[in-house]
T-cell receptor, first 112, second 113 residues
Framework: GESVGLHLPTLSVQEGDNSIINCAYS??????FIWYKQESGKGPQFIID?????DKRQGQRVTVLLNKTVKHLSLQIAATQPGDSAVYFC???????????FGAGTRLFVKA | KAGVTQTPRYLIKTRGQQVTLSCSPI?????VSWYQQTPGQGLQFLFE???????NKGNFPGRFSGRQFSNSRSEMNVSTLELGDSALYLC????????????FGQGTRLTVV
């Protein structure tokens, strides 16, 4: 499949464990922060977003935490499954700019 | 409904040539964004179109251009290709742009030799 990034930070977790993927962002004026998942050979897929005036949002098996003080975003995946293996990107969006800026990505390996 | 369709999936070009890539957004989506993805630089924003108008542009040279048609389909063109233009080019569509849930196509893998 496609090689998304040869030198990405890598997180390796055991199936069933929880995963935490971290991201530092740059623009304190961004309106939304988003997590995308990219599997080999595919384009990025939206997972969850959080508005800048929130600090936590939960989805199905995923939770996003936003710490604006230190410009830090994290994605927590509960009970990680082999199908969660992918590259995860954080992204920031300023509504008026119609432009989404992506972080470098983290590769998640799930060991069965 | 059909997803975002990018054509072609793979392309090999020679330095100095030009190339045109196509993106058909999800039906009803009027915003199309283009990104370049490379191992070294990650996903970089190229430009965004809405109703045939470019609303924002990334930091790429003028060799990279795009357009959008009245049916929201978009094309991007790269002229005078360089080896460094080898990348996966992704397009994403959303209802109106500035929307968090953008839907990506599978990309066009361009190799410049």
């Amino acid at each position: 499949g496609e090689s998304v990034g040869l030198h990405l930070p890598t997180l390796s977790v055991q199936e069933g464990d929880n995963s935490i993927i971290n991201c530092a962002y740059s623009n304190s004026a961004s309106d939304y922060f988003i997590w995308y998942k990219q599997e080999s050979g595919k384009g990025p897929q939206f997972i969850i977003d959080i508005r800048s005036n929130m600090d936590k949002r939960q989805g199905q098996r995923v939770t996003v935490l936003l710490n604006k003080t230190v410009k830090h975003l994290s994605l927590q995946i509960a009970a990680t499954q082999p199908g969660d293996s992918a590259v995860y990107f954080c992204a920031e969006l300023s509504l008026g700019g119609f432009k989404t800026i992506f972080g470098a990505g983290t590769r998640l390996f799930v060991k069965a | 409904k059909a997803g975002v369709t990018q054509t072609p999936r793979y392309l090999i070009k020679t330095r100095g040539q030009q190339v045109t890539l196509s993106c058909s957004p999800i039906s009803g989506h009027r915003s199309v964004s283009w990104y370049q993805q490379t191992p070294g630089q990650g996903l970089q924003f190229l430009f965004e179109y809405f109703s045939e108008t470019q609303r924002n542009k990334g930091n790429f040279p003028g060799r990279f251009s795009g357009r959008q048609f009245s049916n929201s389909r978009s094309e991007m063109n790269v002229s005078t290709l360089e080896l460094g233009d080898s990348a996966l080019y992704l397009c994403a569509s959303s209802l109106s742009g500035g929307h968090t849930e953008a839907f990506f196509g599978q990309g066009t893998r361009l190799t410049v030799v």
